[in-house]
């Protein structure tokens, strides 16, 4: 048997789920901006994904606020759960990874060229949406295994 579980701060607890939430929002907006036609009109499909692209960057970097800050939850998870550290390191390492994956995809957006570049972009964000399901994922097992809530899901 483990450690028994620690509880975390009730308030971070409940930031983190509206955070999370809006992260979650915003990949899903991502997401239906992508899968838009973009041989109809690629300079709307390009709008609209710029326009999801920037949303999701602003939630991503309060997601990287509330996980790295001072107070935040991975300071909160290393008191609790010093065992965690591999874990907590790895995802502050993938936000580094995910937050240039958005802005390289913001700087191609600038410089589109037609339906072959618009392609590719689609490409990149789809598997900007990959890595960022599999860091949501990682999270949720992270504050499972720190504090055994569940925090998945939202609906």
Do not use: N
Request: aromatic letters at 4%; charged letters at 30%; hydrophobic letters at 40%.
């Amino acid at each position: 048997m483990g450690p028994a579980p620690v509880t975390p701060d009730k308030e971070l607890l409940a930031e983190l789920r509206r955070r999370r939430a809006e992260l979650r929002e915003s990949i899903v907006t991502l997401e239906h901006a992508l899968a838009t036609s973009l041989s109809a009109d690629p300079a709307r499909w390009a709008e609209r994904v710029q326009v999801a692209l920037v949303e999701l960057a602003a939630d991503f970097r309060a997601h990287v606020e509330i996980t790295e800050g001072a107070d935040g939850l991975y300071s909160d998870i290393l008191r609790a759960a010093p065992r965690l550290s591999g874990a907590v390191h790895r995802l502050g390492r993938e936000h580094e990874v995910i937050r240039r994956q958005i802005d390289d995809a913001l700087a191609r957006l600038g410089d589109l060229q037609g339906f072959e570049e618009g392609q590719q972009l689609r490409e990149q964000g789809t598997d900007l949406l990959g890595d960022l399901m599999r860091h949501r994922q990682r999270g949720s097992d992270l504050v499972f295994s720190a504090y055994e809530l569940d925090i998945g899901g939202e609906d």
